[in-house]
């Protein structure tokens, strides 16, 4: 029997968030994705697998079009990751 599960994260703990808030952050995305507002999503505050680097999820939704703008910004560094895309998929 494992202890320890695979799906585990690894933080990092060598760096300074460069948001000193959650508003600032939002604010930050909202400018760079050229939206209106933003709404974190499901997943909202994470720690990326990938980097280890504690990240967000936020979207702007037009479900009358059905387009989505699906940001991820990470709170490390602030690279930011922006996508339109389908809100629902049929």
């Known amino acids: 029997m494992q202890a320890f599960s695979s799906d585990i994260n690894k933080l990092t703990s060598d760096e300074k968030l460069k948001f000193k808030s959650l508003e600032d ?3 930050f995305a909202i400018k760079q994705a050229n939206v209106n507002t933003l709404s974190l999503t499901g997943r ?3 720690i990326n ?3 280890g680097h504690i990240s967000l ?3 702007e939704s037009h479900y009358e079009t059905n387009k989505c703008i ?3 910004l990470d709170l ?3 690279r930011i990751d922006i996508v339109e895309d389908a809100c629902f998929r049929t």
């Open 57 to 59: 999820e936020a979207v």
């Open 76 to 78: 490390i560094n602030g």
């Open 25 to 27: 952050a939002m604010n």
């Open 70 to 72: 699906f940001v991820t």
């Open 44 to 46: 909202g505050v994470f």
């Open 49 to 51: 697998r990938a980097t």
